[in-house]
């Protein structure tokens, strides 16, 4: 859990396309949720 004006982590994932992605990139500006979905077991 993250408190009050901690950054975001370094967290790299695959978007739909396959393309990496840095997810504090898309977040920089702004107040997001992340959402990670893991997939199929």
């Known amino acids: 859990m993250l408190n ?3 950054r975001l982590p370094a967290i790299a994932a695959e978007d739909l396309d396959g ?3 840095d ?3 898309l977040v920089a ?3 997001a949720a992340v959402l990670l ?3 199929h077991w």
């Open 4 to 6: 009050n004006g901690d």
């Open 23 to 25: 997810v504090a990139d």
């Open 37 to 39: 979905y893991r997939g």
């Open 29 to 31: 500006d702004s107040w």
């Open 19 to 21: 393309n990496r992605v």
